[in-house]
């Protein structure tokens, strides 16, 4: 179930998109102006649909702030219908844009489109194999490599670390780890701490001072590029 991310002041419109969305299986979060999109990024949405002209921050302006640590499609809703404000949109990070007023169906037949193109995406990066210097990380075995010498991980240490490892640069909070590694079940974050510190004494054990997964203190990890 992919989740959909909308910003809008619009309420009646918030409403109506987001009923529409949820009528198709979509887990939609909403926020009405730009300041609360920020902490709605902690549930990782798989597409954003940004109205430009918000209270706070507008649209243009949260698409720069997020674009460098937010991967997914993001498609502007605005009434500005010059191919001025088109291309300020696409060049600022945007994936697409479509004006008001709109179709429903349209609006649909977009999101499902993109969402299509990222599932064909991922299809594509879980065939390869990710290389760091003598780290190999092979997706399509679910095996790791260090200087041509397997290192042995749990099911779960290895998802961690393809997690990290497929979004280098990108900060995750250990409960953003623990939603995509373990869902919304009941269990604690802390256990992502653990997994942590196992997998950096595997690659260490092989290759010492290797470790790619970074510590942000008071926020959480990273995967170094």
């Given at each position: 179930?992919?989740?959909?991310?909308?910003?809008?002041?619009?309420?009646?419109?918030?409403?109506?998109?987001?009923?529409?969305?949820?009528?198709?299986?979509?887990?939609?979060?909403?926020?009405?102006?730009?300041?609360?999109?920020?902490?709605?990024?902690?549930?990782?949405?798989?597409?954003?649909?940004?109205?430009?002209?918000?209270?706070?921050?507008?649209?243009?302006?949260?698409?720069?702030?997020?674009?460098?640590?937010?991967?997914?499609?993001?498609?502007?809703?605005?009434?500005?219908?010059?191919?001025?404000?088109?291309?300020?949109?696409?060049?600022?990070?945007?994936?697409?844009?479509?004006?008001?007023?709109?179709?429903?169906?349209?609006?649909?037949?977009?999101?499902?489109?993109?969402?299509?193109?990222?599932?064909?995406?991922?299809?594509?990066?879980?065939?390869?194999?990710?290389?760091?210097?003598?780290?190999?990380?092979?997706?399509?075995?679910?095996?790791?490599?260090?200087?041509?010498?397997?290192?042995?991980?749990?099911?779960?240490?290895?998802?961690?670390?393809?997690?990290?490892?497929?979004?280098?640069?990108?900060?995750?909070?250990?409960?953003?780890?623990?939603?995509?590694?373990?869902?919304?079940?009941?269990?604690?974050?802390?256990?992502?701490?653990?997994?942590?510190?196992?997998?950096?004494?595997?690659?260490?054990?092989?290759?010492?001072?290797?470790?790619?997964?970074?510590?942000?203190w008071g926020i959480g990890y990273?995967w170094e590029k």
């Amino acid at each position: 179930m992919a989740t959909i991310l909308i910003a809008d002041d619009e309420q009646d419109l918030l409403d109506m998109i987001k009923d529409a969305l949820e009528d198709e299986g979509y887990r939609v979060l909403t926020a009405t102006d730009g300041n609360e999109i920020f902490p709605l990024l902690e549930h990782q949405p798989d597409l954003i649909v940004l109205d430009i002209m918000m209270p706070g921050l507008d649209g243009i302006e949260v698409c720069r702030a997020i674009r460098e640590t937010v991967a997914c499609p993001i498609l502007f809703l605005s009434a500005r219908r010059e191919v001025e404000d088109r291309i300020e949109g696409l060049t600022a990070g945007g994936d697409d844009y479509l004006t008001k007023p709109f179709s429903l169906r349209e609006l649909k037949a977009r999101i499902a489109a993109h969402l299509r193109r990222e599932q064909r995406s991922a299809v594509g990066r879980e065939m390869t194999t990710l290389r760091f210097g003598n780290l190999a990380i092979d997706l399509k075995q679910r095996k790791v490599h260090v200087r041509n010498r397997e290192v042995p991980m749990t099911g779960k240490e290895f998802d961690i670390l393809r997690l990290l490892a497929m979004h280098p640069g990108q900060v995750f909070s250990r409960e953003q780890i623990y939603e995509k590694i373990w869902g919304f079940g009941e269990g604690s974050s802390a256990t992502v701490t653990e997994h942590i510190k196992k997998i950096r004494a595997k690659l260490s054990a092989v290759e010492p001072g290797l470790n790619p997964i970074t510590t942000v203190w008071g926020i959480g990890y990273r995967w170094e590029k």
